[in-house]
């Protein structure tokens, strides 16, 4: 059951649209939070440093012009003055002597002593030790002109303390960030698709209804699918003038035998009658024949083209489905009866549908014509009628020949007879105007069978 819904979704374009533009949205988010973070995390550390420094060089400019004392007195007058954190100050003579420590208030508790410079001195070097859970001692080193180290610090802001809750937010985001992107593709991939779904329903219309004249909806917007809608109305303007075209050849063409036939076929049944030689007229009978047979063909071909192409004219009401079989199979009682064939009835009252009598009449004839012709002698037709709701369901059942599986889709065909089917008289086009006149009264026709085993046919209707 799941695999049968998910192929069709894999399927679907708009589907796939959707899940392209929320993971590329998606995406976008992500790379958009991850330099967001870099940008924040690079912002506070140049801020630090930027602040260390100055105090840093203005500390070095004070030793070089004054020497200890003067920057002792410097960072005097700074600690006094800045209510904020002041600063961490040490100079270490060439020895390793300290040569001035100045400690912050907020570093009591941290022991300056094992603070050691470390890497090259020969230009900055920075040291970040952590002091706590939300601060850590960020420390400049650089050497003096004397070979003296300078050190100075100041108590930040932990870096993981404010990184941390940007993180975890970043989890909080995404969720409502991929929701925005699921629902933002789902619009976008609708509004996107929406002359491919139009193509699809105008295809489908025709199809069911056969009317040529259904066209995709048009927009003043330029885009790719709009121009695919276009070229599709435009293919179907040139079908449907292609076989407005044929139409009128075929008209005119059974227009113009039909007359010829019919009056070729009256001369030869007057020459039947009036010749004496048995020869002419066995000869004549058969001219008589065979224009009943190209007139019959010609009138089915029409008669399948009408309801194929959705122009046939029905006249449809209310009527019982059962008398039009009963009818019918008086009508080959005859037949049935020289080939010692049974035909037995099943008919579930009521059974009646809105359907062309004269149309349904000649699906149910040929029916059953072709279930006495290919039914042995002493064999079994079954014609039954059932009502099941809204549709009526007739079924003629032989224990004929059958169809092999390969030719069941083939039989449908205009002029198509199988092999086995050869041997007896007929035209190929009766299945084919069964088919296209049940369509046309939007039922279905399908058929099971089995050489050897026998056919049927069963024609599903809808009642109203």
């Known amino acids: 059951m799941f695999s049968k819904l998910r192929d069709p979704l894999l399927r679907s374009f708009t589907l796939r649209l959707n899940l392209w533009y929320a993971a590329i949205f998606t995406l976008i988010a992500g790379i958009l939070f991850g330099l967001l973070y870099l940008l924040l995390a690079s912002a506070l550390e140049r801020k630090d440093h930027e602040v260390i420094e100055a105090r840093l060089k203005a500390c070095a400019a004070v030793y070089e012009n004054g020497g200890v004392g003067a920057l002792q007195r410097f960072v005097q007058r700074s600690r006094e003055s800045e209510k904020s954190r002041s600063f961490f100050v040490r100079v270490t003579g ?38 706590d859970e939300e601060s850590d001692l960020t420390v400049a080193s650089m050497r003096l002109p004397d070979e003296s180290i300078l050190e100075v610090g100041r108590s930040t802001n932990n870096r993981e303390t404010v990184l941390l809750p940007f993180r975890r937010n970043f989890l909080a985001v995404m969720t409502p960030t991929l929701l ?68 009128e050849a075929l008209d005119n063409v059974a227009h113009d035998l039909r007359t010829p036939l019919a009056r070729l076929r009256n001369m030869a049944e007057v020459a039947v009658q009036t010749t004496v030689d048995l020869t002419a007229r066995e000869a004549l009978a058969d001219c008589v024949e065979e224009s009943d047979r190209v007139l019959t063909m010609l009138t089915a071909l029409m008669d399948i083209t009408e309801a194929e192409s959705g122009v046939m004219v029905l006249h449809r009401e209310r009527t019982s489905i059962a008398a039009l079989l009963t009818s019918v199979i008086d009508l080959y009682q005859m037949v049935a009866e020289e080939k010692r064939i049974a035909i037995t009835t099943e008919f579930n009252a009521p059974c009646e549908a809105a359907v062309d009598a004269v149309r349904m009449r000649q699906v149910f004839a040929n029916l059953l014509d072709n279930a006495l012709k290919y039914t042995p002698d002493g064999g079994a037709v079954r014609v039954a009628c059932i009502g099941e709701g809204v549709r009526a369901v007739v079924r003629v059942a032989d224990t004929g020949i059958g169809i092999s599986p390969a030719e069941q889709p083939r039989i449908w065909g205009r002029l198509y007879r199988g092999d086995r089917s050869r041997s007896q008289r007929g035209l190929g086009l009766g299945l084919s105007l069964v088919k296209a006149i049940v369509e046309a009264h939007h039922g279905e026709v399908s058929v099971v069978s089995e050489p050897g085993q026998g056919s049927t046919f069963t024609v599903v209707l809808p009642v109203s």
Not at 197 to 213: F, K
């Open 94 to 131: 060439q020895t390793g002597t300290v040569l001035l420590l100045n400690v912050p208030d907020d570093w009591i508790q941290f022991d300056a002593s094992a603070l050691q410079p470390g890497g090259d001195l020969s230009h900055l070097v920075w040291l970040r030790v952590p002091k």
């Open 180 to 247: 925005l992107g699921v629902l933002g593709g789902a619009f976008l991939a609708h509004r996107a698709s929406k002359p491919v779904r139009e193509v699809v329903a105008t295809a489908r219309a025709i199809i069911d209804t056969g009317d040529l004249s259904a066209r995709v909806p048009m927009t003043t917007r330029q885009s790719d699918l709009e121009e695919l809608a276009l070229q599709f109305n435009r293919v179907l303007d040139k079908n449907q003038a292609l076989i407005q075209r044929m139409h």
